[in-house]
């Protein structure tokens, strides 16, 4: 328990059930000190365990679909009305793939699914940015952070229509960051997280070799999701009020490696067999 949030406010979409990594960031930016509103899909409220999250995190939950404008909109709203002014931060922790969901292979891309990936994962940023910007929601200084994923640069088998989603999200965090910046004082990054157990990671096929490989190839093996909460934290906090437009990695060092003694040991012993 500390005080790096202490009197800060803010909004965190995507918080589904205790493995979410959007779960974790609300309980830790609690502990240190913010308030903050949790906000999901109607049906995730159903299926998901947020009220749970809400009772712990002291906080109210206002359903938005983060492909709706109108429903962004009133969250926005709110939000504002329940914080009784602007506030400082917002997660966007979001992401869906139909083809993914549906085991439709990049080369077989139904276009319709293409459209929801795209809207659900990466346009929802724009959307969600835009609602707060037009209303003028976040502090000077304020945060916004979303969370993405290295298939956006690098090619990762199985992750298909989501790697373009990531690569379109992390394009929308440099184009709004110029401008919210400039006007508002606002920062926009994204935070590229090591592969994790949670529902949209279990989405992708193969997720447990995925994260063998990257923790026996990361010098600090993998990020959890309690160590992202962490970094996202210090987006969120007054010590990192010049970064803006940035893909930053959160990945133990996964993204800077070719190969480690230990991946090779893993391929070795895989030929032997
Ligand atoms: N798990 C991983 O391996 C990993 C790695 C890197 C990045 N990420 C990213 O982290 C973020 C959070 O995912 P997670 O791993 O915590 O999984 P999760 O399944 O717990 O979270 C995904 C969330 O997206 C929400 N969502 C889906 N459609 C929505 C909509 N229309 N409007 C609002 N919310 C909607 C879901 O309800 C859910 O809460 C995602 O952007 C994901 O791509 C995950």
């Not at 923790?215 to 970094?231: F, H, I, R, V």
């Not at 007054?238 to 803006?244: H, N």
């Not at 490696?257 to 070795?268: G, L, Q, R, T």
Request: aromatic share 8%.
């Amino acid at each position: 328990m500390g005080n790096l949030l202490q009197g800060k406010k803010g909004l965190i979409f995507g918080a589904l059930n205790e493995q979410s990594i959007a779960w974790k960031v609300a309980e830790r930016a609690v502990a240190e000190g913010a308030e903050i509103v949790l906000t999901n899909t109607p049906a995730s409220l159903r299926f998901g365990t947020i009220n749970e999250l809400a009772a712990k995190c002291n906080s109210i939950v206002i359903p938005a679909d983060a492909t709706k404008v109108e429903d962004l909109e009133l969250l926005i709203d709110k939000t504002m009305e329940h914080f009784g002014g602007k506030f400082d931060f917002i997660l966007h922790s979001i992401g869906m793939s139909p083809n993914l969901r549906k085991g439709l292979s990049y080369d077989d891309l139904n276009y319709e699914y293409l459209n929801k990936t795209l809207d659900i994962s990466a346009i929802s940023f724009h959307k969600i940015i835009k609602a707060a910007y037009s209303k003028d929601a976040l502090n000077e200084w304020g945060s916004i952070v979303a969370l993405t994923y290295l298939a956006a640069q690098r090619t990762v088998c199985g992750y298909d229509d989501m790697a373009d989603a990531k690569a379109l999200l992390e394009s929308i965090a440099r184009s709004f960051g110029y401008i919210y910046g400039q006007k508002c004082k606002v920062r926009i990054n994204t935070v590229s997280q090591s592969p994790t157990l949670t529902t949209a990671g279990s989405g992708v096929a193969g997720l447990g070799n995925l994260l063998e490989y990257a923790e026996a190839m990361a010098p600090l093996g993998n990020a959890t999701a309690e160590d992202c909460a962490d970094y996202v934290l210090t987006l969120f906090s007054d010590y990192t009020r010049k970064v803006t437009m940035q893909n930053l990695f959160h990945d133990g060092g996964f993204a800077s490696m070719s190969m480690s003694h230990a991946a090779m040991s893993i391929v070795e012993k895989g030929l032997k067999e």
